[in-house]
């Protein structure tokens, strides 16, 4: 693993995933094969290769084990899904009461819609969106992700001194701002740390919009430049990912191809 340089005091955000696969990854993690055994290399290869026989990779064919350890790590580990342990040796994995709820939310019969047949690999996940069978919204997913704090032991790795709830603390920004774009995301809410730091995120982010232009770009140009810009900004932005995340939300709007997410409607939270 390659070593952190970059400040751990920053928000972790997955990076890939969905929550259509993640459905069906926690189905097969869920098999007496899985559950609870050994997380060995032979397994993630049968994971792979069972996620494409079910369409659900991007070109419908096995994916690497890398690919599977990237995919399990992010939703169904990020939002405590699927739990591996790795104080025992060898590692072992198992579904977590959250997972076998998740499972009870989806008739497996809804979720293999376009598998592939045999050595045919027409089928992906592009059938499962351009036939409008593609899992988007989960409740028992919602419930977890306004639950999630960071920092957590999972995420030790990744991320430290952040003692919040992600989801929560960004709802309640966008009660106040009524939207977020992915700069203000990236440069300034990934960066708060604590419940207590609300109204100064509020207020950094009211003095961000409030620069001249050529000031707020080049702010912007030079966080790129730094290793959390890299990740937070740059290709395959973070801040991206958590846009999306957050529409899963039934509180968050997004337009296609926007930068921006809104609030829909005023709730109150405790």
Known sequence: MAKITRSKEIWHIPKRGCIHQTIYMVYLLNQNDFNGKSWTSQRQEKIGTEMGKAGLTKNGKAISDQSVRTLLANIPQYLGFVYKDERSNPTKISVTGAGVK???EFPLENVLIHKNTGRSYSNNLKTYIQNGDFI???DVLKHQMMKL???NPYLLNDCKN???FPFKFTIKILFELEY????????ILFHAKTEDSLFATIE???SFRSLEKARRIAEINAYSKTEEGQITLAKAASASYYMELCVELDYVKKQTNSSQIWVKNYHHWN
């Open 102 to 104: 998740l499972l009870e």
């Open 136 to 138: 988007k919204k989960s």
């Open 149 to 151: 704090i960071i920092t």
């Open 162 to 164: 952040i003692f919040l």
């Open 180 to 187: 977020l774009d992915k700069e203000e995301i990236a440069y």
């Open 204 to 206: 950094r982010i009211k």
